[in-house]
């Protein structure tokens, strides 16, 4: 968000480095924040046989987090977080930064801020990071989607990168070839998703934050800066979320399918028939509740904490 201030002319390289990373300590704090709501929608949006009987409601959440202690203990709610932080990192500190430039490309003056710029800028974000970090997105969904309770047996990392490898080499047509092909299950549907996702999410961001900056005073925008933030942050990411949700319940069934169906590649339309039948309508959204849950605090956290950093930065 650019607060119309005025900030120090750095070079290129210096721009990029800066606003990195304060892009990438936004995306790790906000991640590590919501690590273990997060490993309970991937487990209800897989619907894992173990933690099937908590979907619906939003005490479920809380029961299923209370399973994980007893069975796997505190460890198992950051089951896999090392690949989150492995993901979420870069693909922050390369979104924000693409994202201050992108903006300032398409938007130089606010009379450029237009809905449909905003939204562009948004979902070219998504979209600049994804192919490098989308591995790391299904390797952290493989470990997240296991549920032995003996730590003794749950996988590494290279574990589940061999187990991918091997799908790919024991799969027909292009993947038997080009094996790392397989880390990019559902990726078509997540690369579609993430345009109205990302794209959703700064468009609100700018268009509320640009409300407060027209409507409150000066002083009071500098009062309460931090909590404008935490709530704008909040609804551009529950906005987001409910709207695409659907699109990322058939992307998350897409990337476990693998330990079901290694021998192949679950397109976009069978993943589709097969939850339908198995769940009708209701099954694109199983985890809503706790995918809100998360989804609030994760953008308030790692939107607010951008500002923070890019203040700190100087930015």
Aim: zero cysteines; charged letters at 15%.
């Amino acid at each position: 968000m650019n607060d119309g201030g005025k900030r120090p002319q750095y070079s290129d390289t210096e721009f990029i480095v800066r606003s990195a990373l304060a892009g990438g300590f936004a995306g790790g704090l906000a991640k590590t924040a919501v690590a273990p709501l997060d490993r309970v929608k991937i487990l209800l949006q897989t619907h894992n046989a173990e933690f099937i009987r908590f979907a619906g409601s939003w005490r479920g959440a809380v029961q299923a987090l209370q399973y994980i202690v007893q069975t796997q203990g505190f460890r198992g709610l950051y089951q896999g977080h090392t690949l989150t932080l492995a993901r979420a990192i870069p693909h922050a500190a390369v979104g924000y930064t693409v994202y201050d430039k992108v903006s300032k490309w398409l938007m130089p003056t606010p009379e450029h801020q237009t809905s449909v710029r905003r939204l562009t800028a948004g979902a070219i974000t998504g979209m600049s990071a994804l192919p490098l970090t989308y591995p790391f997105e299904l390797i952290r969904v493989r470990l997240a989607v296991e549920t032995a309770h003996d730590s003794a047996t749950r996988p590494t990392p290279w574990i589940a990168i061999r187990g991918i490898m091997s799908e790919g080499r024991s799969s027909g047509g292009i993947t038997r070839v080009f094996p790392f092909l397989h880390f990019y299950r559902g990726f078509t549907v997540s690369l579609l998703g993430t345009v109205p996702y990302r794209g959703g999410i700064f468009l609100v961001w700018e268009t509320l934050n640009a409300q407060a900056r027209a409507r409150l005073s000066p002083a009071t925008l500098d009062a309460n800066q931090t909590r404008i933030h935490l709530v704008v942050g909040a609804i551009a990411g529950t906005t987001s979320q409910v709207a695409t949700y659907p699109l990322e319940v058939i992307r998350r069934t897409q990337q476990a399918s693998g330990k079901g169906t290694p021998n192949r590649m679950v397109g976009f339309q069978e993943t589709v028939r097969g939850l339908w039948t198995e769940t009708g309508w209701r099954g694109f959204f199983t985890g809503l509740g706790v995918g809100l849950f998360k989804q609030v605090p994760m953008h308030a956290i790692s939107l607010t904490s951008w500002q923070w950093a890019k203040k700190a930065l100087n930015i």
